[in-house]
């Protein structure tokens, strides 16, 4: 679960990659740990991203293909399983 003072410093970042990762992540409740672990960086940077820092480039379409994936999906446990079977990644 997010933290109150976290989930308030995302719903205020202006619209960006990251903060939309943030955004849904949050919603379906995702945790950072997850997302690290598909897109291959650390939780420092999955928080930096979604509290408005920039998505570095080389991270940018797999950071995409997440918040595609969370959009779709209605629970965390869909959407781990659909991030698991883009990433190839065990369940």
Same mark, same amino acid.
């Given at each position: =679960? *997010? &933290?109150?003072?976290?989930?308030?410093?995302?719903?205020?970042?202006?619209?960006?990659? /990251? %903060? $939309?990762?943030?955004?849904?992540?949050?919603?379906?409740? !995702?945790?950072?740990? $997850?997302?690290? &672990?598909?897109? /291959?960086?650390?939780?420092? %940077? !999955? *928080?930096?991203? =979604?509290? /408005? /820092?920039? !998505?570095?480039?080389? *991270?940018?379409?797999? !950071?995409? $293909? +997440?918040?595609?994936?969370?959009?779709? %999906?209605?629970?965390?446990?869909?959407?781990? %399983?659909? +991030?698991?079977?883009?990433?190839?990644?065990? &369940?």
């Amino acid at each position: =679960m *997010y &933290h109150p003072k976290f989930i308030a410093q995302i719903k205020d970042q202006p619209l960006s990659l /990251g %903060s $939309r990762l943030g955004k849904w992540a949050v919603v379906l409740d !995702v945790p950072v740990v $997850r997302i690290a &672990h598909a897109v /291959g960086s650390t939780r420092q %940077s !999955v *928080y930096n991203w =979604m509290k /408005g /820092g920039e !998505v570095f480039v080389a *991270y940018r379409p797999a !950071v995409e $293909r +997440i918040v595609e994936i969370l959009q779709a %999906s209605k629970t965390s446990e869909e959407a781990w %399983s659909k +991030i698991c079977k883009a990433f190839n990644l065990h &369940h």
